[in-house]
Nanobody, 125 residues
Framework: VQLQAFGGGLVQTGGSLRLSCAASGRAFSDYGLGWFRQAPGKEREFVAGISWGGVGRYYVDSVAKGRFTISRDNAKNTAYLEMNRLRPEDTAVYYC??????????????????WGQGTLVTVSS
């Protein structure tokens, strides 16, 4: 499946953004979806994951829990990451990825999956 993340931009501390991940190619609903991010000079980190049907959702506590919401609309072949109360440390390139595996909550599941080009989120202080 081909993925493209978009919706990034510049936002002030405390603001919100909604990222989208548009998919094409194979059946989108066959895949678990995950959001990752990579800040300048840092390693890529897992943010959140969602099961193929959207019922199961996982958040990395230190990154996303309580502020971010992952969702998907299989009819639109699109996944979303709603980000609220943004902080400067959320500045990063955000990527979406797909996994055929059932463990949508594990970052390792996406290692050999499909990845989209990232979208840059910049949070100003």
């Amino acid at each position: 499946v081909q993925l493209q993340a978009f919706g990034g931009g510049l936002v002030q501390t405390g603001g919100s953004l909604r990222l989208s991940c548009a998919a094409s190619g194979r059946a989108f609903s066959d895949y678990g979806l995950g959001w990752f991010r990579q800040a300048p000079g840092k390693e890529r980190e897992f943010v959140a994951g969602i099961s193929w049907g959207g019922v199961g959702r996982y958040y990395v506590d230190s990154v996303a829990k309580g502020r971010f919401t992952i969702s998907r609309d299989n009819a639109k072949n699109t996944a979303y990451l709603e980000m609220n109360r943004l902080r400067p440390e959320d500045t990063a390139v955000y990527y979406c990825a797909a996994t055929h595996g059932a463990r949508y909550y594990s970052s390792a599941s996406y290692k050999d999956g499909d990845w989209g080009q990232g979208t840059l989120v910049t949070v100003s202080s």
